[in-house]
């Protein structure tokens, strides 16, 4: 087990947020839920304080702390998707219920927390040792919302 992880803050609803990730991700599940011992802060005596979770193989905390604390892009969670099916399906899923899309792949889901949702042939297609090509890919991704895998290839090829 890792000696450190991850901790995100959510005003009241961390085990809600926790069960919908766990369910788009293999290798995930709630490990631990650690309710409040007395009224505080973070809710009511028996209320989720903590969950303990995997997400995709790694260790993860949720914390309800109460109120509403907004996230930054300074840290966000990259998924590497197989195929444009996966980007779909995860893309669709994150933004369900109040998410916000933003540019290059990037999104916010309803709770704020920023998601990247990456197809694998990205960074093969910007590694390209011809610079030319990995600069049309560059530029093409620049100028998408959810990434195309079929759109990356093209400019790749010059199409």
């Known amino acids: 087990m890792s000696k450190i992880a991850p901790c995100l803050w959510f005003a009241d609803d961390a085990e809600e947020a926790v069960k919908t990730y766990v369910s788009l991700l293999p290798d995930s599940r709630i490990d631990r839920i650690q309710r409040n011992a007395v009224d505080g802060p973070a809710g009511k005596a028996g209320s989720v304080l903590v969950v303990e979770f995997t997400l995709a193989g790694v260790r993860f905390l949720a914390l309800n702390g109460g109120k509403r604390v907004d996230y930054g892009h300074a840290v966000s969670f990259q998924i590497d998707c197989e195929d444009q099916a996966e980007v779909d399906r ?8 109040g998410g916000a899309p933003h540019q290059c792949g990037w999104l916010n889901d309803r709770w704020g927390v920023p998601w990247q949702v ?33 759109a990356l290839e093209r400019a790749a090829a010059g199409a």
């Open 90 to 97: 995860l893309w669709d899923a994150l933004l369900a219920d």
């Open 118 to 150: 990456t197809p694998r042939a990205l960074p093969r297609l910007l590694a390209d040792p011809d610079r030319e090509r990995a600069g049309r890919v560059m530029q093409a991704m620049m100028g998408m919302v959810k990434l195309d895998v079929a």
